[in-house]
């Protein structure tokens, strides 16, 4: 998995390329922590080139969810792959979050 991220004037975007999993998920909790506490709680995970997540992946998402909820932050998911989105499903977890279509949709819900 790599991660990327890019601040801009409404959120920090991080961009998740490949298996979010048990071997992983560490890095993307912390890289998620070090916002929160550096005080950026508006946050849009880009979830496109995301090709598998697994039950430890998604507690890194509701964990998030909940720590920036807390805050009155926002913390949102775009350009879930199809097989990602059946996983949500499945789980309950697309009722939770606030998911959208991609980058710019997500963005836009946030100005």
Do not use: P
Not at 22 to 40: D, R, S, V, W, Y
Not at 86 to 96: L, M, Q, R, Y
């Amino acid at each position: 998995m790599n991660l990327k991220e890019v601040k801009n004037d409404h959120a920090v975007i991080i961009e998740i390329d490949g298996r979010l999993d048990t071997t992983n998920f560490g890095q993307l909790e912390k890289l998620i922590l070090q916002h929160i506490e550096a005080g950026n709680i508006r946050i849009v995970i880009d979830c496109s080139n995301m090709d598998y997540v697994s039950s430890s992946g998604l507690r890194i998402f509701l964990m998030a969810l909940k720590k920036i909820t807390s805050l009155n932050g926002k913390f949102l998911l775009c350009g879930l792959q199809e097989s990602i989105s059946e996983i949500f499903d499945i789980s309950g977890f697309t009722s939770i979050f606030s998911i959208y279509k991609n980058q710019e949709e997500a963005l836009k819900s946030l100005v």
